[in-house]
T-cell receptor, first 112, second 114 residues
Framework: KAGVTQTPRYLIKTRGQQVTLSCSPI?????VSWYQQTPGQGLQFLFE???????NKGNFPGRFSGRQFSNSRSEMNVSTLELGDSALYLC???????????FGQGTRLTVV | GENVEQHPSTLSVQEGDSAVIKCTYS??????FPWYKQELGKRPQLIID?????GEKKDQRIAVTLNKTAKHFSLHITETQPEDSAVYFC?????????????FGKGTLLTVNP
């Protein structure tokens, strides 16, 4: 069974640009959640999707958005990038909301 | 919302010693407590979890204990080995309830010295 796949693995963007990250969950998993990981703040919850609906949202500005498709694949978008958005973005998939979560390798975003 | 505090932030032990990492949570409705291990440059991986209907769970050299009254849970690693060196994260959620998102502690960097 393939694990959680995130693309791309690395991204370099300039301030003001926007970026889209992709996450393919484990086959059969319907819940996808996104986290931002930085050295000082640990893993911070961005949002969670289940059956194409956002079920929960963390305390991030509206520049961070996401969506989930009918095949459970999810994308997150960050608009008007700021230097502080540089981080490792991790997605995790679960069979159901709040159940055991399996993480992808992450996308390392660097904003210059 | 849920708040998870994790201590210590760094822990250094000698190979063969035990290591204990402690977490406290704020939401009494939380009922699912996983622990993740993240090696340098790799993804977090679930190593053990516990649900609120049990007080302790063991898997070989690792164990987790839960005290619902005090709202804290701990990870115990016995006979530590250099390959146990990693960042460990605890988390809590109200699985099946209204606050089911995983809230993580800030992590503990464990170093096992040979």
């Amino acid at each position: 069974k393939a694990g959680v796949t995130q693309t791309p693995r690395y991204l370099i963007k300039t301030r003001g640009q926007q970026v889209t990250l992709s996450c393919s969950p484990i086959s059969g998993h319907r819940s996808v959640s996104w986290y931002q990981q930085t050295p000082g703040q640990g893993l911070q919850f961005l949002f969670e999707y289940f059956s194409e609906t956002q079920r929960n949202k963390g305390n991030f500005p509206g520049r961070f958005s996401g969506r989930q498709f009918s095949n459970s694949r999810s994308e997150m978008n960050v608009s008007t990038l700021e230097l502080g958005d540089s981080a490792l973005y991790l997605c995790a998939s679960s069979l159901a909301l709040g159940s055991e979560a399996f993480f992808g390798q992450g996308t390392r975003l660097t904003v210059v | 919302g849920e708040n998870v505090e994790q201590h210590p932030s760094t822990l250094s032990v000698q190979e063969g010693d035990s290591a204990v990492i402690k977490c406290t949570y704020s939401d009494s409705a939380s009922n699912y407590f996983p622990w993740y291990k993240q090696e340098l440059g790799k993804r977090p991986q679930l190593i053990i979890d516990i649900r609120s209907n049990v007080g302790e769970k063991k898997d070989q050299r690792i164990a987790v204990t839960l005290n619902k009254t005090a709202k804290h849970f701990s990870l115990h690693i016995t006979e530590t080995q250099p390959e146990d060196s990693a960042v460990y994260f605890c988390a809590a959620s109200d699985s099946g309830g209204s606050n089911y998102k995983l809230t993580f502690g800030k992590g503990t960097l464990l170093t096992v010295n040979p």
